[in-house]
């Protein structure tokens, strides 16, 4: 028998007597004891030995059975030629993509046709033969083009304009503009009095066609507001032997308007 020295000894006497107890214990409980005592070397500490358990805080995976070598299908690597088609995206998103942009394109067109321009087809004779020189004669319609940007801003005599009708809120009129405000007209019947002296923000407006009654103008409702007008008539588009760029300066001028006839001050329109 091994030969110990006094604190070997004093240890394993203070240990045996505790043997029982560590044998109930967890293996946490007494490892700490068997790693204290056992550089003595103790022959009674020879029947107390851990036992050999592991403590796992995740459950053990079920295990795939695994095939054969022969029955595994082989791994195809990802395709990365240039003729190489990406698989389709799912419908709902096709669809969701395809109405946001059908919506911003009617939203653009819809704020293009508002505030920027708009084509417009001229109907009646009021302003023949500058527009519709052949109204009598076929049933092709001029097509101008209105821009609409700042419409009632920098109003000139001669130009020729697009408004809302002041008897018919509903209707949009093509007329000429023949005198701005500060000078008077000499009207024509039936308007109630000879002269007019159109007020500050408003036009006298009047077709090209000759003749009474021919033409639904400010003769008829009298001076118009600049904020009826929708947009200035600058092009003709249609036919294409007549279309032309419509300069105020080629208008030759009304003998029954009297130009500036009073200072008037002027006013910005946002």
Same mark, same amino acid.
């Given at each position: 028998?091994r030969?110990?020295?006094?604190? /070997?000894?004093?240890?394993?006497f203070l240990?045996?007597?505790?043997?029982p107890? *560590?044998k109930?214990t967890?293996?946490?409980?007494?490892?700490?004891?068997?790693? *204290?005592?056992?550089p003595? /070397? =103790?022959?009674?500490?020879?029947?107390?030995?851990?036992?050999?358990?592991?403590l796992?805080?995740?459950?053990? =995976?079920?295990s795939k059975?695994r095939?054969?070598?022969?029955? /595994?299908?082989? #791994?195809?690597p990802?395709?990365?030629?240039p003729?190489?088609?990406h698989?389709r995206?799912?419908?709902?998103?096709?669809?969701?993509?395809g109405?946001t942009?059908f919506? =911003?394109?009617i939203?653009l *067109?819809? *704020?293009? #046709?508002?505030?920027?321009?708009?084509?417009k087809?001229?109907?009646?004779a =009021?302003?023949?033969p500058?527009?519709?020189?052949?109204?009598h004669s076929?049933?092709?319609?001029?097509?101008?083009?209105?821009?609409k940007?700042?419409?009632?801003?920098?109003?000139?005599?001669?130009?020729?304009?697009?408004?809302?009708?002041?008897n018919?809120?509903?209707?949009?009129?093509?007329?000429?503009?023949?005198a701005?405000?500060?000078?008077?007209?000499?009207?024509?019947?039936?308007?109630?009095?000879?002269?007019?002296?159109?007020?500050v923000g408003?036009?006298?407006?009047?077709g090209?066609?000759?003749?009474?009654?021919?033409?639904f103008d400010?003769?008829?409702?009298?001076p118009?507001s600049?904020?009826?007008?929708e947009?200035?008539?600058?092009?003709?588009?249609?036919?294409?032997?007549?279309?032309?760029?419509?300069r105020?300066?080629?208008?030759?001028?009304?003998?029954?308007?009297l130009?500036?006839?009073?200072q008037?001050? #002027?006013?910005?329109?946002?």
């Amino acid at each position: 028998m091994r030969a110990f020295t006094k604190d /070997q000894a004093l240890a394993a006497f203070l240990i045996n007597p505790m043997l029982p107890l *560590l044998k109930t214990t967890t293996c946490i409980g007494y490892r700490p004891c068997i790693a *204290l005592v056992r550089p003595f /070397q =103790s022959p009674y500490l020879s029947i107390f030995r851990a036992p050999n358990r592991t403590l796992s805080t995740t459950r053990p =995976s079920p295990s795939k059975p695994r095939l054969p070598p022969s029955s /595994q299908p082989p #791994k195809t690597p990802p395709d990365t030629s240039p003729n190489f088609k990406h698989p389709r995206s799912r419908p709902i998103t096709t669809i969701f993509s395809g109405l946001t942009t059908f919506l =911003s394109i009617i939203a653009l *067109l819809t *704020l293009t #046709k508002t505030h920027v321009f708009e084509l417009k087809t001229v109907s009646g004779a =009021s302003m023949h033969p500058f527009l519709n020189a052949d109204y009598h004669s076929s049933l092709q319609r001029d097509i101008v083009w209105v821009n609409k940007w700042r419409a009632g801003e920098n109003i000139k005599r001669g130009m020729v304009v697009a408004f809302y009708s002041p008897n018919h809120p509903n209707v949009v009129a093509v007329k000429r503009v023949v005198a701005v405000e500060g000078d008077v007209v000499v009207t024509k019947a039936p308007y109630p009095f000879e002269r007019e002296e159109v007020p500050v923000g408003h036009v006298w407006v009047e077709g090209d066609v000759e003749g009474r009654g021919k033409s639904f103008d400010s003769n008829y409702y009298g001076p118009v507001s600049k904020s009826l007008i929708e947009g200035k008539v600058t092009h003709v588009v249609w036919p294409a032997d007549k279309r032309c760029r419509i300069r105020p300066e080629n208008w030759k001028g009304s003998p029954r308007v009297l130009e500036g006839r009073r200072q008037v001050e #002027k006013i910005e329109f946002y």
